[in-house]
């Protein structure tokens, strides 16, 4: 019974230490971290790809394929392709830092919970969007300042 005793009062310290982190049970935890690392993976294969893309419009206009005129009148479409290939780059980029928090969330147990009230952040936004750092009155509030 002493034994049982020592157990119990150690259950209840890491009982309270758990109060204060968001109460995910361990399988849903998993999944989210999974589906993160999956779709982290998706935006690296994309990323990779604009990259490499914009790499080889790069090289083909150093080889000078193509006459100046030609280049010229070009010139104002390739811009566009080219900023809207960076804002895709930029937004992989901001979803991946997003995932990465996330992620390093979840290794030090402070996963679901919202970065500027502490309160667990609602499960089912965690479910729609896992790398979700604001809870839904917060995220509000954000977009309200925009
Ligand atoms: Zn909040």
Excluded: H
């Amino acid at each position: 019974m002493l034994v049982a005793g020592t157990a119990t009062e150690c259950y209840g310290a890491r009982d309270l230490a758990m109060a204060t982190r968001a109460t995910i049970p361990k399988k849903e935890l998993q999944e989210l971290r999974e589906r993160l690392v999956a779709e982290r993976g998706d935006l690296k294969g994309q990323y990779d790809e604009l990259e490499e893309s914009s790499f080889a419009a790069n090289q083909s206009e150093l080889t000078g394929e193509m006459g100046f005129d030609e280049e010229y009148a070009d010139a104002g479409t390739n811009t566009f392709e080219r900023e809207k290939d960076l804002s895709l780059v930029n937004n992989l980029r901001d979803l991946m830092d997003r995932i990465d928090k996330a992620l390093a969330k979840m290794d030090d147990g402070s996963y679901g919970l919202c970065d500027r009230c502490g309160k667990p952040i609602e499960k089912l936004r965690l479910k729609a969007l896992p790398y979700a750092n604001l809870c839904i009155k917060d995220k509000q509030a954000e977009e309200r300042v925009r």
